[in-house]
Nanobody, 114 residues
Framework: VQLQASGGGLVQSGGSLRLSCVASGIISDIYPMGWYRQPPGQQRELVARIWSGTTTTYADSVKGRFTISRGNAKNTVDLQMNNLTPEDTAVYYC?????????WGQGTLVTVSS
């Protein structure tokens, strides 16, 4: 499984960005896809995760601002990020977990200026 993320960039506080991730290989929608982030000097943390259908989970810090969605083909996952703040600045990683292994994308940098 390989994951390719895109959509990061520089945005002003209050702005929006949309991250996209495409997975290649054997993907099953019974396993979750998600987004993690690693702020400068900090550990990687879960941002949002989605299972088949509409079952989702979000970090408290992004609830109400970020929305995760999975494509009909189940091998894509997007993260719509609204009302961004400087605290959202981080490298964002796409993730797929099939219970045997965690797969990671290459990371995409999101920088929010104040």
């Amino acid at each position: 499984v390989q994951l390719q993320a895109s959509g990061g960039g520089l945005v002003q506080s209050g702005g929006s960005l949309r991250l996209s991730c495409v997975a290649s290989g054997i993907i099953s929608d019974i396993y979750p896809m998600g987004w993690y982030r690693q702020p400068p000097g900090q550990q990687r943390e879960l941002v949002a995760r989605i299972w088949s259908g509409t079952t989702t989970t979000y970090a408290d810090s992004v609830k109400g601002r970020f929305t995760i969605s999975r494509g009909n083909a189940k091998n894509t996952v997007d993260l719509q990020m609204n009302n961004l703040t400087p605290e959202d600045t981080a490298v964002y990683y796409c993730n797929y977990n099939d219970l045997y292994k965690n797969y990671w994308g290459q990371g995409t940098l999101v920088t929010v200026s104040s």
